[in-house]
């Protein structure tokens, strides 16, 4: 499996129940790696897009510890075993955790890459995950050209973990 993350300096990934900031470019990036594949995500982190609705052309799967929670259009599962056992059915590259943070710690190390935008800068924030340039398993891959936006630079980078290759 794989996870897709926006963060900035100091590996910041949310802020106030949501994302960082809004970059152009960076959703579309985003929809584009995901598209028909499955996204894994916190029962927050749905509550955070917009609607509060599953992603379209993709199968979502939400981890919740609430034996109640429903939600139309998705696959609810209550415990990382649950989502392991589940996600068996699709090949590693077709799946995709996205958040939030403690989703992203919960899985990383069953992550084979990280598509990581990252923001250089300091934003306000509330929600950090691991830093992978402090773990000797993740190594850059892949970097997109510097991107620019409102004064913000940016950048999108590809990680491999090294444990699981
Ligand atoms: N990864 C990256 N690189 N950037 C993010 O902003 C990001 N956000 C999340 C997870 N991984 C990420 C979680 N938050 C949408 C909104 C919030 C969100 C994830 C997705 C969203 O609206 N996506 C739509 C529209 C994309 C567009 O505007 O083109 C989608 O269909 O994917």
Redesign the pocket.
């Not at 960076?26 to 929809?31: T, V």
């Given at each position: 499996m794989n996870l897709?993350?926006?963060v900035d300096n100091n590996w910041a990934v949310g802020y106030n129940g949501g994302?960082l900031t809004y970059?152009p470019g960076?959703?579309?990036?985003?929809?584009e790696k995901?598209?028909n594949k499955v996204v894994v995500?916190g029962r927050k982190?749905l509550e955070?897009?917009?609607k509060g609705k599953p992603?379209?052309?993709r199968e979502n799967i939400i981890l919740t510890r609430d034996k109640d929670f429903t939600c139309e259009d998705t696959i609810v599962c209550h415990s990382k075993d649950e989502v392991l056992d589940y996600i068996t059915r699709y090949k590693s590259d077709e799946v995709f955790i996205?958040?939030?943070a403690e989703i992203y710690n919960l899985f990383l190390d069953n992550c084979e890459k990280a598509?990581?935008?990252k923001v250089y800068g300091e934003l306000p924030a509330d929600k950090y995950i691991t830093n992978l340039d402090e773990l000797d398993n993740w190594n850059i891959t892949w970097k997109s050209e510097m991107k620019e936006h409102e004064g913000l630079k940016f950048q999108?980078t590809i990680y491999e973990n090294n444990k699981l290759k």
């Open positions: 897709i993350v926006a994302l970059l960076d959703l579309p990036y985003f929809k995901t598209m995500m982190t955070s897009l917009p992603l379209k052309g996205i958040g939030g598509y990581v935008t999108w």
